[in-house]
């Protein structure tokens, strides 16, 4: 273990991020499946000072600066955290600075990229790690642009990226990804150290 966070301890073992469902998901410009959580880590999210979101989230949350670093250094057996993260977030930017509504590409997820991209902004920046200080101030930086009239009257009733300290949006009621599907694409068969699986996020 690098640190206590199963961000890093518990990503699916795919071996590139590239071969996987999200990176599809996320060219195409809508993120359908469950895999934000290990993909994009944030810091506690704390309601009234207290812990708050679900045990889920908790499980892949970055406790403090150390594990974000931590995060960031990770690579084995296949694994590249920091790759990972660069190329979603570089997709992710490309569509917003297109115009493309966040609550459209990220879907109850948008909540979390902002809390991501802004904690890895600040790990970056410190850390002078260009490519992710770069790619995260252009995520921040678009989800912080007022919303665009929408061309398609589907978009009308999605709203801009809301505060992300306000929960965790991977769990809002009435649109949990479901843990079947997850847990059957997940191989636990290399110990429980990690899960790994197809890679298929």
């Given at each position: 273990?690098?640190?206590?966070?199963?961000?890093?301890?518990?990503?699916?073992?795919?071996?590139?991020v590239?071969?996987?469902?999200?990176?599809?998901?996320?060219?195409?410009?809508?993120?359908?499946?469950?895999?934000?959580?290990?993909?994009?880590?944030?810091p506690?999210?704390?309601?009234?000072?207290?812990?708050?979101?679900?045990?889920?989230?908790?499980?892949?949350?970055?406790?403090?600066?150390?594990?974000?670093?931590?995060?960031l250094?990770?690579?084995?057996?296949?694994?590249?955290?920091?790759d990972n993260?660069?190329?979603?977030?570089?997709?992710?930017?490309?569509?917003l600075?297109?115009?493309?509504?966040?609550?459209?590409?990220?879907?109850?997820?948008?909540p979390?990229?902002?809390?991501?991209?802004?904690?890895?902004?600040?790990?970056?920046?410190?850390?002078?790690?260009?490519?992710?200080?770069?790619?995260?101030?252009?995520?921040?930086?678009?989800?912080s642009?007022?919303?665009?009239?929408?061309?398609?009257?589907?978009?009308?009733?999605?709203?801009?990226?809301?505060?992300?300290?306000?929960?965790?949006?991977?769990?809002?009621?009435?649109?949990?990804?479901?843990?079947?599907?997850?847990?059957?694409?997940?191989?636990?068969?290399?110990?429980?150290?990690?899960h790994?699986?197809?890679?298929?996020?």
């Open positions: 273990k690098l640190c206590g966070s199963s961000a890093i301890t518990q990503t699916p073992n795919c071996a590139s590239r071969r996987a469902g999200g990176w599809a998901e996320m060219q195409r410009g809508r993120k359908s499946s469950c895999w934000a959580w290990y993909i994009l880590p944030t506690p999210f704390l309601r009234n000072g207290k812990p708050a979101g679900s045990a889920q989230n908790r499980m892949y949350e970055l406790a403090d600066d150390e594990q974000a670093r931590a995060y250094s990770f690579e084995a057996d296949g694994v590249n955290l920091r993260y660069i190329v979603i977030l570089t997709e992710a930017a490309r569509h600075e297109q115009g493309v509504l966040p609550a459209r590409l990220m879907g109850i997820d948008a979390r990229l902002l809390a991501s991209a802004k904690l890895f902004l600040r790990i970056g920046t410190e850390e002078e790690d260009e490519p992710v200080r770069h790619v995260c101030e252009r995520v921040v930086r678009a989800l642009q007022p919303p665009p009239t929408p061309a398609d009257p589907r978009d009308a009733s999605e709203q801009a990226v809301p505060d992300e300290s306000s929960d965790d949006g991977e769990d809002s009621p009435g649109e949990r990804c479901s843990e079947e599907p997850i847990a059957k694409r997940l191989n636990t068969s290399q110990g429980g150290q990690r790994t699986g197809s890679g298929q996020l």
